[in-house]
């Protein structure tokens, strides 16, 4: 499908689509889809880069199943993107599926679904469901279970927008809507299936889809929608922290983080997810003394883009040292003119400081933390390449080298100067690279000096 023109539907109407967006707030029923004829590019596309997904269809099927593609795969087939990952939506139960698949593995808790693998792929194998029936407290709305299964129809009901609740038979060449995905798709507009503020209160992450999916794919958020992620967004503070954690990550990975963070402040969610960073912010004043302060994070996220836009991938611990390194430089300055155990004992402290409520509230693991401390501590030791008894060729070769340099260079790139200096550890690091350990050994004990004892003197 070209970007911009709809596929004309085979069954039903495009009016009937239309419709069925303006009524989705009553239906008591499944709907019927509206049927459209994927063009040959289409599926020809989804052949070569979705063989294993269309592999376990056809077996599926074979099986006497419904199996279709489902949400983010045919969404990004339509909007002519390639898609990440190819995901198949079945009638078949879990184990039933995990039986035809030799190499099918049940998964999950709160949503049980098969993973079965080819090799290094992984195709994720989920039974169609259907909204689960009250079961919480009254009033709370929040889903901690979805294992009520159902039929197609009712599946693409209770998915989280309409442009992800399309599905894609592979082999027929049909598209099936039921909520009107396909007009909001050719509009680029992201809108909730049903009421907003009922679905983001079922499950307030979708808070954070929506904007990933808003500055991804460059979609407008629908008016309606918007205004629910205001009203719900302090509702995240009850949702899984690893899942928070999670579609923070892959925001701050999107090449799209400096928009989605902005939305994220102006929608009111960034608060119960990082009320250290929302405070930080919200207490920068514009000022002559401060505008340029006041900007730091942004340009951060704006070179964190463009370094992810060229091909980069950022770890873990380099992203979340980005989110804390404005703080963490009001305390205790990052980059120092001496090397000195204080200054760095300081800069450590100051980020388990900022990091421990994150680290709590989100499960940020360990591991993560810690690094992230490191690469902030070493921050200093890029521009000390001159300094006595600093052996840069040895700094280059402890195990964090790279991430902090990664770190480094996204900061030159933010602050719009000292690359010349990156470039210069790049070329430093591939000589050291090169070192045999005969070299490395001669590296260490050069330079080194014998301390000697201070004389006494005589009265």
Not at 224 to 251: F, H, K, N, Q, Y
Not at 383 to 406: S, V, W, Y
């Amino acid at each position: 499908m070209a970007e911009g023109s709809l596929l004309p539907p085979r069954g039903g109407t495009r009016a009937m689509s239309r419709e069925r967006q303006n009524d989705r707030r009553s239906w008591s029923e499944a709907p019927t889809p509206v049927i459209y004829e994927a063009d040959e590019s289409l599926l020809a596309e989804a052949r070569a880069r979705g063989q294993n997904a269309l592999r376990v269809i056809s077996r599926l099927q074979r099986s006497g199943h419904e199996a279709y593609l489902v949400g983010g795969c045919v969404r990004d087939l339509l909007i002519g993107r390639a898609p990440k990952d190819f995901d198949v939506a079945t009638s078949a139960r879990p184990r039933q599926a995990k039986r035809l698949f030799r190499t099918g593995r049940i998964i999950g808790r709160r949503f049980r679904l098969v993973h079965v693998r080819y090799g290094d792929e992984i195709i994720e194998t989920a039974t169609f469901r259907r909204a689960p029936e009250a079961a919480s407290p009254a009033g709370e709305l929040l889903i901690t279970e979805d294992n009520e299964y159902g039929t197609a129809a009712e599946d693409a009901v209770r998915r989280d927008f309409t442009v992800n609740a399309l599905f894609l038979d592979p082999f027929s060449g049909e598209i099936l809507d039921y909520v009107g995905g396909m007009e909001d798709l050719d509009d680029r507009v992201l809108r909730t299936i049903g009421d907003p503020e009922t679905r983001l209160l079922e499950d307030p992450v979708r808070i954070l889809r929506a904007i990933k999916f808003s500055t991804r794919l460059d979609f407008r958020i629908n008016d309606e929608t918007w205004v629910a992620m205001s009203s719900c967004a302090a509702g995240l503070d009850r949702s899984a922290p690893p899942r928070i954690l999670e579609e923070i990550l892959r925001l701050l990975r999107s090449g799209t983080s400096l928009g989605a963070f902005k939305q994220l402040r102006s929608c009111s969610a960034l608060e119960p997810i990082f009320p250290a960073l929302h405070e930080h912010l919200e207490h920068i004043k514009p000022s002559p003394g401060s505008d340029a302060k006041a900007h730091n994070f942004w340009r951060l996220l704006e070179a964190l883009d463009a370094d992810v836009q060229s091909g980069e991938r950022p770890s873990n611990a380099v992203l979340v040292a980005l989110m804390i390194h404005d703080m963490v430089d009001a305390t205790a300055p990052i980059e120092t003119d001496e090397l000195q155990g204080s200054t760095i004992r300081a800069i450590a402290k100051t980020v388990d400081a900022t990091l421990e409520p994150f680290t709590r509230a989100a499960r940020l693991p360990r591991k993560d933390a810690s690094k992230a401390r490191r690469l902030l501590t070493l921050q200093g030791r890029f521009t000390l390449q001159g300094k006595q008894n600093f052996r840069p060729l040895l700094f280059c070769l402890i195990e964090d080298f790279e991430d902090a340099l990664a770190l480094f260079r996204i900061r030159s790139r933010a602050r719009g100067r000292g690359y010349d200096i990156y470039q210069g550890w790049v070329d430093r690091h591939l000589q050291a690279s090169e070192l045999s350990e005969e070299e490395v050994l001669a590296e260490r004990k050069r330079g080194r000096r014998r301390k000697r004892r201070r004389r006494k003197r005589r009265k």
